[in-house]
């Protein structure tokens, strides 16, 4: 024993001794610090039961057969990026099926089918692949994209337009999100509407795009380009769901996303739920570039609240983030 201290030794593999040297404590300092200790090792098993607690993120496993979700991609003459589309969503843990809406006048040719199937094999992520199908339609129009899907093995669908990709991670989050309410519309892009004025006796809506959300605060739709929903959802639209909506958007190529946010919406009594998320946009812009776009919408809402009788819409500030993954929350 030297100053003081007293000299320990333990034992390495190669039998090598590594010195420790502890200061020798008096009784009274043990004393002093034994709360202290008592303290550290309170917190050392709080913090150990938390961890064995917390749930695992990275199974790397797809869900049971019928509790993922359904992959609907809408497309139209862009086989590059429906391509890139079905690669990338293949590869997310939750996919069940990808199913392609497919409304142009020539069918898809051999060579396309067989890309496509072979791509959503190789980036499956289900012990069983990927199934893939194309709904093929007669008619051009944007109701197509909601047609009911009979055999379905999922009650979760993700409605995607073929230009834009998220995350698999978001869509995942999103996915649970749906779980908690599978009854309402969860989606990545927010729009609003607001009561511009009165017309006499009848109230007059106008649309507000991505920056009236950020203005505003609040939202009332999700877009379907990027959003979950039900599959009932899909019966609703193509059979029960007022028949002059459907011809509106088949005649004006608009307004498809605005109809199902209102079915949803009069179904529910619910708004619906916003989650963030980071979205690429690998295509050409589309028809929201188009003039006279937010018009169109403004007449659409206008429209689809005459024939409801009542503005269903219900608006919300909610949204929903990652705090795993964000500074802010």
Not at 141 to 148: G, I
Not at 154 to 167: E, G, H, N, R, Y
Not at 245 to 273: Q, W
Request: hydrophobic share 40%; net charge positive; proline share 4%.
């Amino acid at each position: 024993m030297r100053g003081g201290g007293i000299s320990l030794f333990f034992f390495s593999g190669s039998n090598r001794r590594i010195p420790l040297r502890f200061r020798q404590l008096s009784s009274g300092s043990f004393a002093r610090i034994k709360p202290l200790v008592s303290w550290c090792l309170a917190f050392a098993l709080l913090l150990l039961l938390l961890l064995c607690r917390r749930p695992s993120h990275s199974s790397g496993t797809a869900p049971c057969p019928g509790k993922g979700y359904t992959i609907l991609i809408n497309t139209w003459k862009r086989n590059d990026l429906l391509k890139q589309s079905v690669v990338h969503y293949a590869s997310c843990v939750g996919v069940d099926s990808i199913h392609i809406v497919w409304s142009e006048p020539d069918q898809p040719s051999d060579s396309l089918c067989d890309a496509l199937w072979q791509a959503a094999q190789l980036n499956s992520k289900s012990c069983n692949g990927t199934e893939l199908r194309f709904n093929l339609n007669e008619e051009d129009s944007l109701n197509n994209r909601f047609k009911e899907i009979m055999d379905l093995e999922t009650d979760a669908i993700f409605s995607i337009d073929d230009d834009v990709l998220f995350p698999c991670a978001s869509v995942e989050l999103a996915f649970r999100v749906w779980q908690s309410a599978p009854t309402t519309m969860v989606g990545f892009v927010p729009r609003m509407h607001w009561l511009d004025s009165m017309k006499g006796n009848e109230e007059y809506y106008r649309y507000g795009g991505w920056w009236s959300v950020w203005w505003m605060g609040t939202y009332s739709m999700v877009l379907s380009k990027a959003a979950f929903f039900h599959k009932r959802y899909l019966n609703l639209y193509t059979n029960h769901m007022p028949a002059s909506i459907r011809h509106y958007v088949t005649k004006y190529r608009n307004c498809e996303d605005i109809a199902m946010s209102f079915l949803v919406a009069n179904t529910t009594g619910a708004p619906p739920i916003w989650v963030k998320g980071r979205m690429f946009e690998i295509g050409s812009t589309g028809i929201s570039s188009l003039g006279g776009h937010s018009e169109r919408r403004t007449q659409c809402l206008n429209l689809f609240a005459e024939v409801y009788g009542h503005m269903p819409l219900v608006a919300t500030s909610m949204k929903v983030i990652d705090s795993r993954h964000s500074w802010l929350w």
